[in-house]
């Protein structure tokens, strides 16, 4: 069954660098998330991207952050100033039409920032 | 401010015994509902998707849904102890993105 992946799967950053959290979607797929979770609470909501652009985004998704689907496979999270706040589990996950199918996730990306 | 509401237990049950677990959302439109299980450490894993009133069975898994009283609750049937784990209700609030609000979990441990 095709799954989502994500790299890497544990990411060590300074605080104040950059860092680019990867996720190859499932192929077919359309409607493409990142979450995050940090650790002992419950995931949350960051983004959502159709059409190669942001179609919902929360709170959290301030100008820190930005997504990117470079080419047809790949679908990226930037942060360009980590704070130690960022420290989180963040997951990828796509599907093909929200009104009636669950999204599948990826492994995650551990993010640690130091 | 649209909420999804689980009891963070741990609810603890025998082995082979039925574990009832249950999600309250506060809002009316929400359209989906899924049960995801997730062990320490890993990413959400579906278990069960359910879109309308009713009960959905999938195995030892049902999914219960009563929008009228804006309740989803998971009954898992011959509970095992590799069942263990936090049980997370997500609601689909909006059909158009998918967007998915999660409750906080409840962890569930089943004594052999």
């Known amino acids: 069954e095709p799954e989502v992946t994500q790299t890497p799967s544990h990411q060590v950053t300074q605080m104040g660098q950059e860092v680019i959290l990867r996720c190859v979607p499932i192929?077919?797929?359309?409607?493409f998330y990142w979450y995050r979770q940090i650790l002992g609470q419950k995931v949350e909501f960051l983004v959502s991207?159709?059409?190669?652009?942001?179609?919902?985004k929360s709170e959290i998704f301030d100008d820190q952050f930005s997504v990117e689907r470079p080419d047809g496979s790949n679908f990226t999270l930037k942060i360009r100033s980590t704070k130690l706040e960022d420290s989180a589990m963040y997951f990828c996950?796509?599907?093909?039409?929200?009104?009636?199918?669950?999204?599948?996730f990826g492994d995650g990306t551990r993010l640690s920032i130091l | 401010q649209k909420e999804v509401e689980q009891n963070s237990g741990p609810l603890s049950v025998p082995e082979g015994a039925i574990a009832s677990l249950n999600c309250t959302y506060s809002?009316?439109?929400?359209?989906?509902f899924f049960w995801y299980r997730q062990y320490s450490g890993k990413s959400p894993e579906l278990i069960m998707s359910?879109?309308?009133?009713g009960d959905k069975e999938d195995g030892r898994f049902t999914a219960q849904l009563n929008k009228a009283s804006q309740y989803v609750s998971l009954l898992i049937r011959d509970s095992q102890p590799s069942d263990s784990a936090t049980y997370l209700c997500?609601?689909?609030?909006?059909?158009?993105?998918?967007?998915?609000?999660f409750g906080q979990g409840t962890t569930l441990q089943v004594k052999p």
């Open positions: 991207f159709y059409n190669n652009e942001i179609s919902e």
């Open positions: 359910i879109y309308s009133n």
């Open positions: 809002d009316r439109g929400s359209q989906s």
């Open positions: 192929s077919n797929h359309l409607y």
């Open positions: 996950a796509s599907i093909r039409d929200p009104s009636n199918q669950p999204q599948h």
């Open positions: 997500a609601v689909n609030y909006s059909g158009n993105t998918g967007k998915l609000i």
